[in-house]
């Protein structure tokens, strides 16, 4: 059998293969909570092994964008049951991504039209939230400036995480995943070129920057279980305004190291090679990426390993077999090949997805893409 159909067991969680569904933004929720055309969605893709749900926002300070649905309100929590129950009559599995934007939002997503919050108060050049323009459009607007966070009320996010970790338990999420990516809240406070903080969060020190992340996975591990707890990170991603940095390698050992030490269930790594042009000089995004989840596999043994981005069967079996990874994910394969599973298996050829219908709309390009049919069924149908 391929290394990419073997089971895994993660944290207790059986998987059937090796298969993850990544979270891909939808925004499918007119009213911010997850519908039937939502669970029916992620129960056409119930084959994978670990579905990870679209980023949810923790609170309506953490959302960055319009039409997610978040996991802080009763009608919200209900909209997810609504999801996890259709995924889990089908057998499958899945994990919720808690999502705080930092200042990666527009000030028509927070409440009362505030500011958004951040490790700094400095804006995220060029970078979009999908928010609502000056003549009512929505779309994607550019980031408004954030304020910084004081020292007293970081403790109120870390426990918004905590509640929404409690909140998706609630509401029959296997785990949750921490969206610590793509130049979001805790990307904030790791980069030294993003936090400029002179308190407990030194941006000076890897201790510090690495603080607010070991706050929130402490939190979250004592609300639901460690074993239910995975991270994505992306540690030489330039997505959301993101700068590289020089000891980025020190400081990603060093996280990967005292998130092993907390037993949590993953590490889920985007690979943005091919997103960005690489610096002159500078290895190709994916050789930093293994050279890292090498590293962790030493100073982390016991926590599974997860990477996305550009895969392909072959690169993910290669990846597999090697000891690398754990799980290969997959993200916009699946938003048009609901059966992308047997597809991979049996080597059919894929769909392609409609772009133009990724972030709006109702069941165009979202629950309409058709399952592969072999040429002998469609002959005998």
Excluded at 53 to 59: A, D, K, L, M, T
Excluded at 237 to 257: C, H, K, N, Q, W
């Amino acid at each position: 059998m391929e290394a990419l159909f073997k089971p895994f067991d993660l944290s207790g969680l059986t998987l059937p293969n090796r298969i993850f569904m990544a979270p891909l933004t939808r925004s499918r929720g007119p009213d911010d909570a997850a519908t039937d055309l939502v669970a029916l969605y992620y129960t056409q893709r119930a084959t994978a092994g670990l579905i990870v749900s679209e980023g949810s926002p923790i609170s309506q300070e953490g959302q960055g964008y319009f039409y997610n649905p978040g996991i802080f309100t009763p009608e919200q929590i209900a909209g997810w049951r609504r999801v996890t129950d259709s995924v889990h009559a089908v057998g499958g599995r899945m994990f919720i991504q808690l999502w705080h934007v930092g200042r990666i939002a527009h000030t028509s997503n927070q409440p009362d039209g505030r500011a958004p919050v951040s490790s700094t108060d400095r804006p995220a050049e060029g970078a979009m939230a999908f928010g609502r323009a000056d003549d009512g459009t929505i779309g994607f607007v550019a980031a408004s400036r954030p304020r910084a966070l004081e020292t007293d009320e970081v403790a109120r996010v870390v426990e918004d995480f905590a509640t929404a970790a409690r909140n998706a338990i609630a509401a029959g999420f296997d785990g949750v995943e921490l969206h610590a990516a793509n130049g979001y809240l805790f990307d904030q406070f790791l980069n030294p070129h993003i936090n400029d903080r002179t308190d407990r969060y030194l941006a000076a020190t890897i201790k510090g920057r690495m603080r607010f992340t070991l706050e929130v996975v402490d939190a979250v591990s004592a609300a639901v279980g460690a074993h239910r707890v995975g991270i994505r990170l992306t540690p030489y991603g330039v997505i959301g305004s993101v700068p590289m940095f020089d000891d980025a390698e020190e400081t990603y050992v060093a996280l990967g190291r005292a998130l092993g030490e907390r037993g949590i269930a993953y590490f889920h790594v985007m690979d943005q090679t091919g997103f960005f042009n690489t610096p002159a000089g500078q290895k190709p995004t994916s050789d930093l990426i293994k050279e890292l989840l090498i590293k962790w596999r030493s100073v982390a043994p016991h926590t599974a390993i997860l990477l996305d981005g550009g895969m392909t069967k072959a690169r993910a079996n290669e990846l597999i077999t090697n000891g690398v990874i754990d799980l290969a994910g997959f993200g916009q394969p699946f938003i048009a090949n609901p059966d992308l599973v047997a597809r991979l298996r049996h080597d059919w050829p894929l769909n392609q997805p409609d772009r133009a219908t990724y972030y709006e709309g109702g069941a165009k390009g979202y629950v309409d893409y058709p399952p592969y049919r072999p040429a002998d069924e469609l002959v005998a149908a």
